[in-house]
Nanobody
Framework: QVQLIESGGGLVQAGGSLRLSCAAS????????LGWFRQAPGKEREFVAT????????RYGDSVKGRFTVYRDNARNTVYLQMNSLKPEDTAVYYC???????????????WGQGTQVTVSS
């Protein structure tokens, strides 16, 4: 079992930046990819970004391409989500999740963090 702990959420003005962190612990040896998803009130969970732990290959959701960057520090078992040019529509709870292969579908992720709130004011 992999435990995931997110941090770095908060309140920021539109156009600002935030960096989220996701620290993995436990059985990380089989961990293939770490992804970020988000869920706003009344909306479905949305794919944001994912990164392969070993190769560093990344995928991004269309709504964040060019603004968000996902990267990892394998020595720290930590994945980061750098969010720039934030918009009010980026407001959501952001979740980190783990899986064994590269995927943009939440159904393929079987370990989830508790989430961190990101609020972007206009």
């Amino acid at each position: 079992q992999v435990q995931l702990i997110e941090s770095g959420g908060g309140l920021v003005q539109a156009g600002g930046s935030l960096r989220l962190s996701c620290a993995a612990s436990g059985r990380t040896i089989g961990l293939g990819a770490l992804g970020w998803f988000r869920q706003a009130p009344g909306k479905e969970r949305e794919f944001v970004a994912t990164i392969m732990r070993l190769s560093g290959i990344t995928r991004y959701g269309d709504s964040v391409k060019g603004r968000f960057t996902v990267y990892r520090d394998n020595a720290r078992n930590t994945v980061y989500l750098q969010m720039n040019s934030l918009k009010p529509e980026d407001t959501a709870v952001y979740y980190c999740a783990a899986t064994t292969f590269l995927s943009t579908s939440a159904n393929d992720y079987n370990n989830w963090g508790q989430g961190t709130q990101v609020t972007v004011s206009s």
